[in-house]
């Protein structure tokens, strides 16, 4: 082997060694920029919202709403429930179910009967219609999934049909308002749990979610707090 092509031989692998460094160097910069996506915790999607995914589903709960209501039998929540990897998901009126701190728990009412005991029924739509759908600006795992409609409580009586069973197929979602009675310890300072449940699914999902109440001296909302 002559001096030159000794030189190049040594030159190559001076340059693979310094790509791989340069590499590593980028792997590491990147990875210390994005945290992993964490599967099966809550965690923050927005001021008043909180998100739980699983390979499986994802759900997103937002109290907004719940933070400005008083004085009421029932209390609104956003939901929003992606299907990321079942063929199909079937989400209806039983499938929701409100757990509290005491593990009591809360089935959504009927339509007639939400309409006869909550005076705010269009006011919260009309609330929903104004600020957008539960942070569509944020991007998540399901950002560009199809929507399938759903309707749990129509604003009005005859205004739109009910919609309560809604099946998702792989990479779709629903969002919707629904409705629960209020919990026995109130909403403030417990912890409460969404539970999710379908013939799809090989047991329940459930996501631990905040209501933080103000005073009724106080004009605005606190965000949530989990």
Known sequence: MTDFQTKVKKHSWARLFLGLFLLIQVVYFWGGCYQPLLLNEERPYSPFAVIKESEEVAVVVDVELAQRRREVPY????????????????IDRESLILVDSQDDIYLMPDVQ?????????????????????LGDQLLTSFSYYQRAWSNFFPQTQGAARVVDVVRLRRKSYLVDLIYFPWPKKGLKSQTLRLRLLSPELAEPFEIRFRVLRTSSREEKGHELIF
């Open 75 to 90: 209390f609104p929540l956003v939901v929003k429930i992606a299907n990321k990897d079942l063929y199909s998901l079937t």
């Open 113 to 133: 009967e939400l309409r006869r005991n909550y005076p705010f029924l269009a006011a919260d739509h009309k609330f929903k219609s104004q600020t957008g759908l």
